[in-house]
């Protein structure tokens, strides 16, 4: 046989063509009518020994039926497992020598009649589950009592090979031939199992789509007859135009291309046909290559920056550079600011100022409180209701390629598991790596080359260092008095006065009383709170004048109630009914300084008496802190006790380091200004900052807590109307500080006209106003003991 395996105990009928074997059934059938059937290796016409499975199985004839076209249709019943010893030819047909096989030699009972049970209830299940097995054979497979009927029942309604029928034949271990009937019959329940499903998923999928196909055809014929009726292709025709009229790069035309294509593939209700036609109309809203002309006259420029801020010179200097760089090369990379300074110094309003002189759209986000890193690389389009970033979503709305974009308060993000969106910044903020920014929902390089982006802080504690190294910083202190002045005369009047619609009118402030706001009702490094006053001043100007406007003679009339009023109030309630419009171009009025309490109230800040206190003990420092400086007063007591040092005030640890340094560098040194060596041993220490509920920290408080110290020691007062800031080492070393600016601002705010500070701040007088240089002083010191013998004139000469 060439495709077919006969087992013992089965009733199989075949069909005879082989010339060979037709003679040798002949033969047979003149005989006993038994033939050996085995499995040809291969299906060439002369066979040998070795070409065939060597064991078979012994057939006897039951049945015979020639056919008209000369084969033979034959059913045969196996008998046994017969082995093929030899081969011979009689005539023209082959002969073979064999010796039957017992295939229960040697095997245990029990365990067989376990593989049996085991083997009978695999096959039952599968029949259950597979309709093609006849109902006779699950019969036989039943009453089967011995493992050679159940082996052949099984194998004959199997899935499997002829070869694989072979080797089961083949093999004389009844044992192990169960037990790998059994596993394949495991796998193909396991493979119909998986099938079923396949056919359920793919019929139910089919079922969907043809029920969307014609409710779909019903909705175009609906529309069809409504009038309203509109080609499924319009919309992609629309799309596909659009991007054809996008000067597209040629990597984002392919993949708009390729996108389209599968778009026009997909039913229209599909989820996936709206997830990539959303995809679409982001590629061809955004600006690529799309360029807003700068304005290149470098004097128009600088005035539009005079006309929108005062001073501030380095950040429109170096807005000015750029412009001039630009003449000459206008590929040059734009460049990456961060200004940085106190709130309401004008970091936010410069950005859009900058935008606006450089002829470019202003885009702004607000980094305060983000910590989710998809915020600025968006998220995969696969997932549902997925955008891009703040970024690609800024670009959108700029409608070019090279705004002004400016990220306010960058040092306010966070993180958290989400990521870090400081880290995504860094692609964007880097000249040499966001010309191929890729957003995550795009999946495409965007050139941001030739944005300008403008970040602000109000520290740069927090931003982190590698994305700090890629922004040029340019500090934006806090102002003067006198530029706060000013600033309220030339830009905040002028502005009120138009938002509460009293543009033609004349209201003005005189110095003392725009003086007195300044002092009196703001403590600021910069003019948001100023901002504010004035707009109250002027709102209670326009009250009271809109309220005299509105009583004058004339200007009501008393008319007879509606006639629908009768329906809810009594009829003898009569209404006023004003005529005309509010007209006060006429209004004229000037705000003097005594006026100033009837529109603001009580006065919030009073003149500081730090500056004249003679306590022994108290000490005036100067703090930076991220809305501008302030003057920090350290005040100390010494009490009977064994030498503790105790810090109040909500100090940091460096802050407690410095109070230690100051001990031990008095301890050191205290007997060159009369102090005993061993004062500490017979007094407790308690060095205390005032406000102790604000956190405060860093190095710069040395010299004042070492004056303080000394100051309550030597029972002396420290030089009146002196304000210091200084780091101190315990080798009589005064170490330089930052923020001098500010801190100076913050000792003029208060009253103070003598600053002492480090020999090496010298070169921070530069950066100072004039008009604060003018009015204070500036004592420089190299030494700790320089610094303490200009605060206690004559202590350490005495000793």
Same mark, same amino acid.
Request: glycine share 6%.
């Given at each position: 046989?060439?495709?077919?395996?006969?087992?013992?105990?089965?009733?199989?009928?075949?069909?005879?063509?082989?010339?060979?074997?037709?003679?040798?059934?002949?033969?047979?059938?003149?005989?006993?009518?038994?033939?050996?059937?085995?499995?040809?290796?291969?299906?060439?016409?002369?066979?040998?020994?070795?070409?065939?499975?060597?064991?078979?199985?012994?057939?006897?004839?039951?049945?015979?039926?020639?056919?008209?076209?000369?084969?033979?249709?034959?059913?045969?019943?196996?008998?046994?497992?017969?082995?093929?010893?030899?081969?011979?030819?009689?005539?023209?047909?082959?002969?073979?020598?064999?010796?039957?096989?017992?295939?229960?030699?040697?095997?245990?009972?029990?365990?067989?009649?376990?593989?049996?049970?085991?083997?009978?209830?695999?096959?039952?299940?599968?029949?259950?589950?597979?309709?093609?097995?006849?109902?006779?054979?699950?019969?036989?497979?039943?009453?089967?009592?011995?493992?050679?009927?159940?082996?052949?029942?099984?194998?004959?309604?199997?899935?499997?090979?002829?070869?694989?029928?072979?080797?089961?034949?083949?093999?004389?271990?009844?044992?192990?031939?169960?037990?790998?009937?059994?596993?394949?019959?495991?796998?193909?329940?396991?493979?119909?199992?998986?099938?079923?499903?396949?056919?359920?998923?793919?019929?139910?999928?089919?079922?969907?789509?043809?029920?969307?196909?014609?409710?779909?055809?019903? $909705?175009? +014929?609906? %529309?069809?007859? &409504?009038?309203?009726?509109?080609?499924?292709?319009?919309? *992609?025709?629309? =799309? @596909?135009? !659009? $991007?054809? +009229?996008? %000067?597209?790069? &040629?990597?984002?035309?392919?993949?708009?291309?390729?996108? *389209?294509?599968? =778009? @026009?593939? !997909?039913?229209?209700?599909?989820?996936?046909?709206?997830?990539?036609?959303?995809?679409?109309?982001?590629?061809?809203?955004?600006?690529?290559?799309?360029?807003?002309?700068?304005?290149?006259?470098?004097?128009?420029?600088?005035?539009?920056?005079?006309?929108?801020?005062?001073?501030?010179?380095?950040?429109?200097?170096?807005?000015?550079?750029?412009?001039?760089?630009?003449?000459?090369?206008?590929?040059?990379?734009?460049?990456?600011?961060?200004?940085?300074?106190?709130?309401?110094?004008?970091?936010?309003?410069?950005?859009?100022?900058?935008?606006?002189?450089?002829?470019?759209?202003?885009?702004?986000?607000?980094?305060?409180?983000?910590?989710?890193?998809?915020?600025?690389?968006?998220?995969?389009?696969?997932?549902?209701?997925?955008?891009?970033?703040?970024?690609?979503?800024?670009?959108?709305?700029?409608?070019?390629?090279?705004?002004?974009?400016?990220?306010?308060?960058?040092?306010?993000?966070?993180?958290?598991?989400?990521?870090?969106?400081?880290?995504?910044?860094?692609?964007?903020?880097?000249?040499?790596?966001?010309?191929?920014?890729?957003?995550?929902?795009?999946?495409?390089?965007?050139?941001?080359?030739?944005?300008?982006?403008?970040?602000?802080?109000?520290?740069?504690?927090?931003?982190?260092?590698?994305?700090?190294?890629?922004?040029?910083?340019?500090?934006?202190?806090?102002?003067?008095?006198?530029?706060?002045?000013?600033?309220?005369?030339?830009?905040?009047?002028?502005?009120?006065?138009?938002?509460?619609?009293?543009?033609?009118?004349?209201?003005?402030?005189?110095?003392?009383?725009?003086?007195?706001?300044?002092?009196?009702?703001?403590?600021?490094?910069?003019?948001?709170?100023?901002?504010?006053?004035?707009?109250?001043?002027?709102?209670?100007?326009?009250?009271?004048?809109?309220?005299?406007?509105?009583?004058?003679?004339?200007?009501?009339?008393?008319?007879?109630?509606?006639?629908?009023?009768?329906?809810?109030?009594?009829?003898?309630?009569?209404?006023?009914?004003?005529?005309?419009?509010?007209?006060?171009?006429?209004?004229?009025?000037?705000?003097?300084?005594?006026?100033?309490?009837?529109?603001?109230?009580?006065?919030?800040?009073?003149?500081?008496?730090?500056?004249?206190?003679?306590?022994?003990?108290?000490?005036?420092?100067?703090?930076?802190?991220?809305?501008?400086?302030?003057?920090?007063?350290?005040?100390?007591?010494?009490?009977?006790?064994?030498?503790?040092?105790?810090?109040?005030?909500?100090?940091?640890?460096?802050?407690?380091?410095?109070?230690?340094?100051?001990?031990?560098?008095?301890?050191?040194?205290?007997?060159?200004?009369?102090?005993?060596?061993?004062?500490?041993?017979?007094?407790?220490?308690?060095?205390?900052?005032?406000?102790?509920?604000?956190?405060?920290?860093?190095?710069?408080?040395?010299?004042?807590?070492?004056?303080?110290?000394?100051?309550?020691?030597?029972?002396?007062?420290?030089?009146?109307?002196?304000?210091?800031?200084?780091?101190?080492?315990?080798?009589?070393?005064?170490?330089?500080?930052?923020?001098?600016?500010?801190?100076?601002?913050?000792?003029?705010?208060?009253?103070?006209?003598?600053?002492?500070?480090?020999?090496?701040?010298?070169?921070?007088?530069?950066?100072?106003?004039?008009?604060?240089?003018?009015?204070?002083?500036?004592?420089?010191?190299?030494?700790?003991?320089?610094?303490?013998?200009?605060?206690?004139?004559?202590?350490?000469?005495?000793?």
């Amino acid at each position: 046989m060439r495709d077919m395996v006969i087992f013992p105990h089965t009733v199989i009928p075949f069909f005879v063509s082989q010339k060979e074997s037709l003679s040798a059934l002949d033969h047979a059938l003149k005989k006993e009518r038994d033939v050996v059937v085995t499995l040809q290796r291969d299906d060439s016409e002369n066979y040998s020994l070795s070409s065939l499975y060597q064991v078979g199985t012994l057939c006897h004839i039951l049945q015979v039926l020639k056919l008209p076209d000369g084969k033979m249709r034959v059913l045969v019943e196996g008998r046994t497992r017969a082995e093929i010893s030899s081969l011979s030819r009689k005539n023209d047909f082959p002969m073979a020598r064999i010796r039957e096989m017992d295939p229960a030699d040697g095997e245990d009972g029990a365990r067989l009649t376990l593989l049996m049970q085991n083997l009978r209830h695999s096959f039952i299940t599968l029949a259950g589950t597979r309709r093609k097995i006849p109902k006779e054979v699950i019969s036989h497979v039943e009453k089967a009592d011995t493992p050679g009927k159940l082996i052949g029942h099984v194998c004959n309604s199997l899935n499997l090979s002829p070869a694989q029928k072979a080797e089961y034949l083949q093999n004389g271990n009844t044992a192990e031939v169960m037990e790998e009937l059994s596993t394949a019959i495991e796998m193909e329940k396991e493979l119909l199992s998986l099938k079923k499903n396949i056919d359920t998923r793919v019929r139910k999928k089919m079922e969907r789509t043809q029920k969307e196909y014609f409710l779909n055809e019903q $909705l175009k +014929e609906i %529309n069809r007859e &409504l009038g309203s009726d509109r080609e499924d292709g319009g919309d *992609l025709k629309e =799309l @596909e135009r !659009l $991007l054809a +009229e996008k %000067n597209l790069p &040629l990597e984002v035309q392919d993949r708009a291309v390729k996108e *389209l294509r599968r =778009l @026009e593939k !997909l039913q229209p209700m599909s989820p996936e046909s709206g997830v990539l036609r959303t995809y679409l109309e982001w590629i061809a809203d955004l600006p690529w290559n799309s360029y807003s002309q700068d304005r290149k006259n470098l004097v128009e420029t600088t005035e539009i920056l005079d006309q929108d801020h005062y001073d501030l010179k380095k950040a429109k200097e170096r807005i000015i550079d750029f412009v001039a760089v630009r003449q000459m090369n206008e590929s040059s990379k734009s460049p990456i600011l961060c200004f940085v300074g106190p709130p309401g110094t004008g970091k936010t309003s410069l950005g859009r100022s900058v935008a606006r002189a450089l002829n470019r759209e202003f885009v702004r986000i607000s980094l305060g409180g983000v910590r989710d890193e998809a915020e600025i690389r968006g998220h995969r389009k696969t997932y549902v209701g997925a955008l891009p970033g703040k970024i690609i979503q800024s670009l959108r709305k700029a409608t070019t390629s090279n705004p002004v974009f400016l990220l306010d308060e960058i040092d306010k993000m966070s993180n958290d598991f989400r990521g870090d969106p400081a880290a995504a910044l860094l692609e964007v903020l880097d000249p040499e790596q966001n010309s191929t920014f890729a957003d995550h929902y795009l999946e495409l390089p965007y050139d941001l080359s030739h944005v300008m982006f403008i970040t602000t802080a109000n520290s740069l504690h927090n931003i982190p260092r590698p994305l700090l190294d890629r922004m040029e910083v340019i500090e934006i202190s806090g102002y003067t008095d006198m530029e706060k002045y000013n600033i309220a005369r030339e830009f905040i009047i002028p502005k009120q006065l138009k938002a509460h619609g009293l543009k033609g009118t004349e209201i003005t402030l005189t110095e003392g009383a725009l003086k007195g706001i300044i002092t009196s009702y703001t403590m600021e490094a910069g003019v948001r709170n100023l901002d504010k006053q004035i707009a109250q001043v002027i709102r209670k100007i326009l009250r009271d004048s809109i309220r005299e406007y509105q009583t004058r003679p004339g200007r009501f009339v008393l008319s007879e109630p509606s006639p629908d009023w009768g329906k809810a109030i009594p009829t003898v309630l009569t209404r006023l009914e004003w005529e005309g419009i509010i007209n006060l171009d006429d209004l004229n009025r000037e705000v003097r300084e005594d006026e100033l309490r009837g529109y603001l109230g009580q006065p919030v800040f009073h003149e500081s008496d730090l500056k004249t206190n003679k306590t022994p003990g108290l000490s005036i420092g100067l703090a930076w802190t991220e809305v501008g400086g302030r003057v920090l007063p350290v005040e100390v007591a010494l009490l009977p006790g064994d030498g503790k040092l105790m810090l109040t005030g909500k100090l940091g640890d460096v802050m407690k380091e410095s109070a230690q340094i100051a001990l031990s560098y008095l301890r050191a040194n205290g007997e060159r200004y009369g102090v005993d060596r061993d004062f500490h041993k017979t007094h407790d220490i308690h060095i205390h900052v005032p406000e102790g509920a604000i956190p405060k920290d860093g190095p710069s408080a040395g010299i004042t807590m070492t004056s303080a110290l000394l100051s309550a020691a030597a029972g002396i007062p420290i030089r009146e109307n002196t304000a210091m800031t200084g780091e101190i080492t315990l080798t009589d070393r005064l170490l330089p500080i930052g923020g001098v600016k500010e801190k100076v601002l913050a000792a003029h705010r208060n009253g103070f006209t003598n600053v002492l500070l480090p020999e090496e701040n010298r070169k921070d007088e530069e950066e100072l106003p004039h008009e604060i240089k003018e009015v204070m002083t500036f004592h420089f010191f190299r030494s700790v003991k320089d610094a303490l013998a200009y605060l206690f004139p004559g202590i350490g000469e005495t000793k």
